[in-house]
């Protein structure tokens, strides 16, 4: 069964710094190109950021680059989200999953809060 569980959420301040991570489990994960999605209030679920298998990375979002990074660890069978100068429209629930083809169910998500 699959599981993907995300975790390391808050509320930061304003040009603050999180890091997320995301467990994975039930699936050849080392196989797969990963992505860390968002849902902001009100807003549809987005695609902001992906990583291939061998670690090629790829920025969906406009508003993140340069500011947020992605990287695995296959080993751990766990991606990371590094969010550095955090914006009060960096507010969401964030989630991850496979970049391409029918995505898994999808985690509980963690909750990422910038005000001040």
């Known amino acids: 069964q699959v599981q993907l569980v995300e975790s390391g959420g808050g509320l930061v301040k304003p040009g603050g710094s999180l890091r997320l991570s995301c467990a994975a489990s039930g699936f050849p994960f080392s196989s797969y190109a990963m992505g860390w999605y968002r849902q902001a209030p009100g807003k549809e679920r987005e695609l902001v950021i992906s990583?291939?298998?061998?670690?090629?990375?790829?920025t969906y979002a406009d508003s993140v680059k340069g500011r947020f990074t992605i990287s695995r660890d296959n080993a751990k069978n766990t991606v990371y989200l590094q969010m550095n100068t955090l914006k009060p429209e960096d507010t969401a629930v964030y989630y991850c999953n496979k970049r391409f083809g029918i995505l898994f169910d999808w985690g509980q998500g963690t909750q990422v809060t910038i005000s001040s």
């Open positions: 990583i291939t298998s061998t670690g090629g990375t790829t």
